[in-house]
């Protein structure tokens, strides 16, 4: 008889703030090919340079947002993850990307239960090579080699899933109930040309006109950045926003090369020196807080905002331990295993 398990993979984060541990943290993630997609010698040239200053910098950055538990993302993974356990009769691990808990000892614990038919659930709503990609290719990969057995069925991005919509709008809905002159969805930002040669459709569809990623298209299926706006219009119906009231930005910038715009930076600057006071920011591609919302946003993008004369800076948490949210990766799991039952 078949055993179902489930198996929840996130980013990562180095295992102390450590500068040692950070620049072995960053040398995991940046040597990604599918983070940066150059040949692996031009690769490893540029990661060498970001490692000479790099990894102190960023380790000040942790230090910033470092819990007695340890990484934000990791701690609220992993209660998400007992959560669902507490609530599941199925066998469920959590694993991370890049460092721990490793992709390969969660394998292990699913395969020491006996799991054959395992659902993958990238913690990741939208497509993008650089993140949900990554993760599956690294699952298959690992089971190919190790678990033969298990049969791998994985989460597609759930951007317009309608629980993962009602867990987002939930999420956000109290901190507009304060008076604000804006709300900024900042989305982690990718280079162009992950959106635009992804295959032979993208390259002749994305970003080669304005409304490139309205309505319904095929590329749409692995295109990030139509995705993020279908994820913003949903968000925005069920909140009621006026157009005037939000606006859609893109962070987490690295190299010099064109990535997706605007970029949340320069609209921080803009509305700053445009006379808005309050803003309100809400990072929805990222289901747990971590250091690119923490830190990027609720310090570094606060104290900028302020300094270019704006008045207050909210960041809108992440989704993080909110009921509708493990009621939605319920949802998803129940599905999964109703439909792998009937079969």
Known sequence: MSQQGVLLVNLGSPDSTEVSDVRKYLNEFLMDGRVIDYPWLLRRFVVNMVLRKRPAASAEAYQSIWTDEGSPLVVTSHKVTQQLKAAMPLPVELAMRYQNPSIGSALEKLAQKGVTQLLLIPLFPHYAMSS?????????????????QMALTVQPPYYNHDAYLEALSDSMRPHLEQPFDKLLFSYHSIPKRHVTNFNAQTKQHCLKQGDCCDGCHPVH??????????????????????PDQYAISFQSRLGPEKWLTPTTEHELERFAREGVERLLVVCPAFVSDCLETLEEIGIRGKEDFISWGGKSLELIPCMNEHPKW????????????????AA
Do not use: P
Request: hydrophobic share 45%.
């Open 132 to 148: 949900f990609e990554t993760a599956v290719e690294r699952v298959r990969e690992l089971i190919n080699k190790h678990h033969g």
């Open 221 to 242: 299926d692995v295109c990030y950045r139509a995705q993020c706006l279908k994820t913003t219009a949903a968000v925005v119906e069920r909140l009621g926003l006026r």
């Open 326 to 341: 493990i009621g939605a990766l319920r949802q998803m799991i129940d599905a999964w295993s109703t439909a792998g039952a």
